[in-house]
């Protein structure tokens, strides 16, 4: 009998990344609850997970919310590399968030090895309007040059909240869809690659 | 029969030798004593070569215990010197352990009590490895790893990740530096209830708060690459607890490390170590500005300290100060530490230098050129000088204490003085040797300290010497052995005679006065008995002898001479003679500018005397011809040598002396007038 309940629907891993206070926290709990959470109290790394309906698909969404702070470089590799989707969320009050994304980007390609991974910079806090510190124009030459959507969001508003996470997912299921389609070959490949990069590491 | 064989080794060491059979057939078989006398001789020869033997095998074998003996004994000292550095050794690390528990020494006093917790808890954290030893298999690696120590430990239920079903119990193990995972033991129901599954580092660990997994209540993820486990906890507070101890675990590991990578970061205050991710952006530039080496400087010391390998400790800092010098900024604490580790470093090799009861100085002046040489390389060159002056002395006084107050008093100077100036002739080379181009400090340093050990010596020498019952001989022997030893100093171009004879000038003056009295008193003596008739020296040899012993102390007398045994002298004054040539021998030997008054008053004052009391007898009419010649003895043949000596010594003749002599010749010209004999010499 507990077998049969153990049949579970695709989980698609999204990982929460960015600097302290840009409102990773807020973002998920906001998806998660549909509640916003005004006091700031530094995440160390929360794990959340629900089943939601992606165009018609009972999925679920696994999050991991990370802390901006971690100390140890190995143990944020750690996190990446669980990770199949991303959300990379900056401040547009906070330019340093801003330029902190740049750093982000190239330890999740360093880490995934992979630069086509599903990825999403995600400017935070836009009801925050006359804060503006990151313009709109900034964001997106920064995302097309990563060749990435740019969504500005608010987890007060829950403006483009399920946007972000919706988009997402649907990037990390059709990647595993291509996957799937270029059958166990590309499998394979990508598995050599894989290994090769640990022994790198 | 057999034909008895030559006397040889082999046949009188071979077994079956029967000496009475050997006899009989000898004696059968040489006729004639003439021929066993030969044969007796060849057996007496062989009997002296075999104890010639024996005595030299005995001899080498002593010579061979006694090296053995002596080898006994340095091995002791040097097993007892062992002990000493062992237990220097032990304090050495305790102090070293405390003090890098708190990685702050200015933090020291105040938190002793803290620390005194600290080691208790330690203390403590052993015994729960050793239960974890006992419970739990395969761990021992685990375990016995060193600075590893047990911080928390509790049941789990991991879960599966994806299917969020239970998989198993796990006992978890909560470790200063990592974690590990055990399962029960199903085979054993004994003590080891736990099998040792896996051991995860720390610093490689991500910790996942699970804070919606479905149904599954108070979970947590460990993220270690590729794996994902997810461990259900027994309520929420459980939960809490191990998120907050592997948290509390991780930051202060991070603290540690870092505290070990970046020493220059060394003040961090505990609340900005917490948030430490904002110190780690901005620091980078300004720490890695310094190399690796460099920044590894403060615990290479630390090392070399422990390990007493103190000439790399004193490369590390040369190194690091030519560095601090070539880029001044940005140095501030590592220097600081550095600094700090240096004082430790000379206090440890001052502590070398130290005289200490306990230690034993059988490695002797050697034993220090390590450490002196260090500390002038650290610039204490004025410590070390001290010290190792101060080494110097307490081992003269060792070495004089041995010389034992034994045999005569000239022995035991003799070997005083040659261990008291062998050893300073020693110090002194090594004292050149380890301050070769010294400031003038440490040389002006030296020659204080050479002179205070000298102004000892000369003290303690005085104290033996100059008694009363000593002779005046005994004390020229004494004091010319002195000097002598004395000179020695003067090739590392130290001349102490001047002090020396300073030092001895009061007490030899004093000691000639007292000679000059005893001499007199020994003169008077002598008048008493005085019979003013020549020497009988009953024999001929008994003359013979006489002249020898005088031709010795270079005066001819054989013109005085009568018959076979006679000799025109008066006893009194051969014995005069004698004991004045003694006297002034002595006093020559122990010429020195300042003495030469005191020197020149004893010589006349005795001659006087002796003159005087010659001069009374004159009143004997009966046998003034005889006294006139002994007169003239004095006067001319003993005083002429005198001087010839006197000169020798001093390059002049004695003026009070002359002055003496031509006084008493007038006298005796005066009195020639009146008698008919006098002309006869005069």
Known sequence: MAKKTTVQPALHKVIMVGSGGVGKSALTLQFMYDEFVEDYEPTKADSYRKKILLDGEEVQIDILDTAGQEDYAAIRDNYFRSGEGFLCIFSITEDESFQATQEFREQILRVKNDDQIPFLLVGNKCDLEEKRKVTLQEAQDRANKWGVPYVETSAKTREHVDKVFYDLMREIRARKKEENKTSNGRGKDKNKKKKLKCIIL | MDIPKEPNFSLLSSQDF???????????NYVGGL??????????????????????????????FIETAKEISHLESEMYQLSHLLSEQKGL?????????????????????????????????????????????NCKEVVEAPDRFLLFEGDLLEIDATENTAIKFVHVYLFNDSLMLTNRNSNSRGLMRYAFESLYELSSLAVVNVRDLGNIKHAFKLLIFPDTRVFQCSSNASKKEWLDK???????????????????????????????????????????????????????????????QFEDAVNHINKSKTYINKHPEHVGAIQKKIDQKQNTLVEMLMKELEVNPEKSLQGGLRATRTAVRLLNQLGRSTQSCDLFLKLCSSMLKIQCKRVKREGSTSTYVRHLSSVVFTNMCHMSEEFLRAFPDSCANCASAYVVWASGELSLFTTHFAKQVFMPQTSLSTITECVVLVRSQCERLCTYGVDFRYQLDGALRAPLSKALNDARDKFVDSIKLRAIDEKWIPVNLNTRSGLARCLQEYAVLGLKLDTYVTGDVWLQLTSS??????????????????????????????????????????????????????????????????????????????????????????????????????????????
């Open chain 2, 573 to 682: 004054n051969l014995a005069f003679t004698k004991s004045f040539l003694i006297l002034l021998d002595d006093c020559l030997k122990l010429k020195t500018t300042e003495l030469l008054h005191s020197i020149d008053e004893t010589l006349t004052k005795c001659f006087e005397a002796q003159l005087r009391y010659n001069e009374q007898g004159l009143k004997n009419e009966d046998q003034k011809q005889f006294i006139l010649k002994n007169f003239e003895f004095l006067l001319v043949v003993l005083v002429q040598l005198t001087q010839t000596k006197y000169k020798e010594a001093t390059g002049y003749e004695c003026d009070n002396l002359n002055k003496l002599v031509n006084d008493y010749l007038s006298l005796l010209k005066a009195r020639s007038t009146k008698t008919k004999y006098s002309s006869e010499f005069l």
């Open chain 2, 93 to 137: 690390l305790t102090a070293l352990s405390t003090s890098s528990i708190l990685e702050d020494n200015r933090a020291h006093f105040d938190v002793r009590n803290e620390k005194l917790d600290e080691q208790e808890l330690e203390e403590e954290n052993k015994q729960k490895l050793a239960t974890i030893l006992d419970k739990v298999e």
């Open chain 2, 35 to 64: 021929e066993l006398q030969n044969i007796k001789k060849k057996i007496q020869a062989l009997a002296d070569e075999t104890s010639n033997n024996l005595k030299k095998n005995v001899y080498q074998n002593y010579v061979q």
């Open chain 2, 18 to 28: 029967a000496p009475e059979k050997y006899v009989r057939d000898i004696s059968q």
């Open chain 2, 246 to 308: 592997i948290d509390q675990a991780k930051k202060t590991r991070l603290v540690q490390e870092q505290q070990k990578r970046e020493s220059s970061l060394e003040k961090i205050s505990p609340a900005r170590s917490i948030s430490v991710d904002l110190s780690i952006n901005s620091q980078p530039e300004e720490i890695f500005t310094h190399p690796d080496w460099f920044l590894d400087i403060p615990d290479e010391l630390d090392v070399c300290i422990a390990q007493r």
